[in-house]
């Protein structure tokens, strides 16, 4: 990627930000605060049936709100959809549009860095930056997080929820998959990239996310969306030649229905049938540990160290993940759509 200045770079005038929330709370008011000591005057927040002070905030601080209807299920694709088409309405003159979850507070400097890259590169349809948790530091779950955020930077399939993106690639992929409740951002840059575009991620900070992840019940549900989103991109893009997260579903069952099954089967071989059945099982148990450390080992803190709590996390993660997947076949055959699956506590009020 070129770092030399674009000639004519876009001006701020034709660039707008698109923040979705539900019951963010402290978090909604970091987000949009720090859009505004930015100089963001061209945003829209999209409020998915919040009951604390949320709209009220956006509205003090001149921003337009638009809340999504309540009697349709909520998602984030929907929300985002929303705030892209009330924005453009708004701004017929808008090139690119920053997409920002209301739980995320955005670095200093990095609109212009997002402008700069997409003036840089005509044939790039989005960037994205680094984020980071707030408070990796105060459990398990928020290190988990800040974790799963340290990605490398360079040309990806896709990206998470926080983006700037260019209007033209948007509208000619359609936009988000409203329908989704998780993972709609890895199938609508499918369906951007099929139309030649590109996807950067840079090495600058992008947005401070507030996962406040303090329980294993939040975790947990968590990770049962990644099952359900898993299971839900695999029955719309499973096939060539993307395969969508067919790889992770096909784990999940191996090491969350598989091979459990066969480590029961053997140990009730043994116990009833033969003493040797003993031997499969602990074979199973050994292809555990040598998945446990080979995890470890490849993802290391700061110190070199490592992550024996994030090895251990992946291989249980399997099992809320498998359970999404069954939450998803089950309301597909039953014609249902599943609710989305929230994990959020409110934020505590502190300084930082």
């Known amino acids: 990627m070129s770092t030399t200045p674009s000639p004519n770079p876009t001006p701020r005038t034709h660039v707008g930000v698109v923040v979705i929330g539900r019951n963010e709370g402290l978090r909604l008011e970091r987000c949009l605060n720090s859009?505004?000591?930015?100089?963001?005057?061209?945003?829209?927040?999209?409020?998915?049936?919040?009951?604390?002070?949320?709209?009220?905030?956006?509205?003090?601080?001149?921003?337009?709100?638009?809340?999504?209807?309540?009697?349709?299920?909520?998602?984030?694709?929907?929300?985002?959809?929303?705030?892209?088409?009330?924005?453009?309405?708004?701004?017929?003159?808008?090139?690119?549009?920053q997409f920002v979850d209301g739980d995320c507070e955005v670095e200093s400097g990095w609109i212009e860095t997002a402008i700069a890259t997409l003036d840089d590169e005509p044939k790039l349809a989005a960037v994205a930056g680094l984020r980071r948790e707030r408070h990796p530091e105060a459990s398990v779950y928020n290190r988990l997080a800040d974790i799963e955020w340290n990605q490398p930077p360079g040309l990806v399939r896709a990206v998470g929820g926080d983006f700037m993106v260019r209007r033209e690639a948007f509208e000619q992929a359609g936009g988000f998959n409203a329908a989704m409740i998780a993972g709609e951002e890895a199938e609508m840059f499918l369906r951007i990239r099929f139309h030649d575009w590109l996807i950067r991620r840079v090495s600058r900070p992008m947005t401070i996310h507030d996962a406040n992840m303090t329980r294993l019940a939040q975790w947990w549900r968590r990770t049962r969306r990644t099952g359900h989103a898993y299971a839900e991109s695999v029955a719309l893009h499973g096939g060539p030649p993307?395969?969508?997260?067919?790889?992770?579903?096909?784990?999940?069952?191996?090491?969350?229905?598989?091979?459990?099954?066969?480590?029961?089967?053997?140990?009730?071989?043994?116990?009833?049938?033969?003493?040797?059945?003993?031997?499969?099982?602990?074979?199973?148990?050994?292809?555990?540990?040598l998945v446990y450390v080979r995890i470890a080992r490849a993802i290391r803190d700061e110190q070199r160290r490592p992550q024996w709590a994030y090895a251990r996390y992946v291989m249980l993660g399997k099992y809320p993940e498998f359970l999404g997947i069954l939450t998803y076949l089950i309301n597909r055959l039953r014609g249902k759509a599943t609710p989305i699956i929230e994990y959020h506590r409110p934020p505590a009020r502190d300084a930082s």
């Open 242 to 289: 993307e395969y969508l997260h067919l790889r992770d579903v096909v784990r999940i069952l191996l090491w969350a229905l598989l091979i459990p099954v066969l480590l029961l089967g053997s140990l009730a071989l043994a116990a009833l049938v033969h003493p040797a059945w003993w031997l499969a099982a602990a074979a199973l148990v050994g292809l555990h540990a």
């Open 35 to 97: 859009l505004k000591n930015q100089g963001i005057s061209r945003l829209v927040y999209v409020d998915s049936g919040s009951t604390d002070n949320s709209v009220a905030f956006a509205r003090s601080l001149d921003y337009d709100v638009h809340e999504l209807d309540t009697t349709r299920p909520f998602t984030m694709a929907r929300g985002r959809n929303a705030g892209f088409d009330h924005l453009t309405q708004q701004h017929p003159e808008l090139q690119y549009v």
